[in-house]
């Protein structure tokens, strides 16, 4: 049963999700905090050039199917023209302002 973004508990991962899926480049990249930093299965990525390719010019989407650790951590179907459609886990580190220092991914 995937999980409406509006009813995500985090409103920074909240935000995050809807500004991938509406495909809003700059509403993304103000939830990041300076210097923000990013991992793809383990592996630390250019988190400018990732969220280009991974999720802006292919049309990344997200269904979220579940959340915990207080809604910074989901299991989501990711869809994009590169790759097609994987279930894949996200984890998100965010600071006292509310914006997305690092965000985790990789297939779950």
């Known amino acids: 049963?995937?999980?409406?973004?509006?009813?995500?508990?985090?409103?920074?991962?909240?935000?995050?999700?809807?500004?991938?899926?509406?495909?809003?480049?700059?509403?993304f990249m103000a939830l990041l905090a300076p210097g923000a930093t990013m991992t793809d299965d383990g592996s630390d990525r250019d988190l400018v050039d990732w969220v280009d390719r991974e999720i802006f010019s292919s049309h990344g989407h997200m269904e979220v199917d579940n959340e915990s650790n207080g809604g910074r951590s989901l299991i989501a179907r990711y869809s994009n023209d590169t790759w097609g459609e994987m279930r894949t886990r996200w984890s998100f580190t965010v600071d006292e302002d509310g914006r997305i220092t690092r965000f985790e991914t990789g297939q779950a």
């Open 1 to 27: 049963m995937t999980i409406q973004t509006t009813r995500l508990s985090d409103p920074a991962v909240r935000a995050f999700v809807a500004a991938v899926n509406h495909h809003d480049r700059e509403s």
